[in-house]
């Protein structure tokens, strides 16, 4: 099953497209095969399953300890990182801001 080697579901929609497309070739107007073999073949249903630990990718709270101590109140990421703490923010949207200060005071210095 390709699904479980890690192709994602539009990869194998093309691959069957592909196939489907040159077998069907293959039975008109070339006329190497009788009947059209992948007629029968069709995607199984998408399973969604629920995500782990590991795919959501949860700090522990002695991780998030350790971080805290090392931030003063000084450093750059203190307040995105306290932010994205205690009101769930992702980090992407929670680091964006601090970039796109960093990266105007960075350009505008430059000759």
Do not use: W
């Not at 192709?7 to 039975?27: D, F, N």
Request: net charge positive; with cysteine; glycine share 6%.
């Amino acid at each position: 099953m390709k699904t479980r080697e890690g192709y994602a579901r539009q990869t194998l929609s093309i691959i069957i497209g592909i196939l489907s497309k040159a077998l069907k070739h293959s039975v008109y107007p070339y006329k190497y095969i009788k009947e059209n073999p992948m007629h029968y073949v069709e995607l199984m249903k998408d399973k969604s399953r629920k995500p782990t630990r590991e795919d959501l990718k949860i700090q522990s709270k002695e991780n998030l300890r350790r971080i805290n101590s090392v931030l003063n109140e000084d450093h750059p990421f203190y307040l995105p990182f306290h932010i994205g703490l205690h009101c769930g923010l992702r980090v992407g949207r929670n680091f964006t801001p601090v970039f796109g200060v960093m990266a105007s005071i960075f350009f505008r210095y430059i000759p």
